[in-house]
């Protein structure tokens, strides 16, 4: 029998995977977001009047700039949104997903199983002539 592209018992589990994506996908922000303010906002307090940030501290201010500039205190904090969860979730899913083989793909495929199979065939007779 041949195996259905698309079957409803599978909604499910595709749902569980989304989920799955999208808590792995905060989670991964909510310890960026830790380590952003970290490396940007209290390791160069830490270090004094005098110090200069490092050069992954100050990679991480240009890269990932502050969203939000607390005007009280002067500080800042590494914030995210929603949307940027599921963009990440989505980026994550493309990257580990893997690509339908093609045409051609399938053939030579298939071209080696025949060729390793017809060397089993003569080796066995082979040995079967020989022993």
Known sequence: MARRFCSPWM???ALVQA????????IWLFGFG???TF?????PKDLGPYSQM????????????VPL???????VKYEF??????????????MMMGWAPTRSEIEE??????????????AKKLAKALG
């Open 11 to 13: 909604l499910p589990v």
């Open 19 to 26: 989920f799955f994506m999208i808590t792995l996908s905060g």
């Open 34 to 36: 830790l380590f952003w």
């Open 39 to 43: 490396m940007v906002v209290e390791l």
């Open 54 to 65: 490092s050069s992954l501290s100050m990679f991480l201010h240009g890269a990932f700039p």
């Open 69 to 75: 500039e607390m005007r009280d205190t002067n500080d």
């Open 81 to 94: 949104k929603f949307d940027h969860v599921l963009i990440l979730a989505n980026v994550m899913v493309l």
């Open 109 to 122: 495929e298939e071209d080696e199983d025949l060729a390793k199979a017809s060397k089993k065939t003569k």
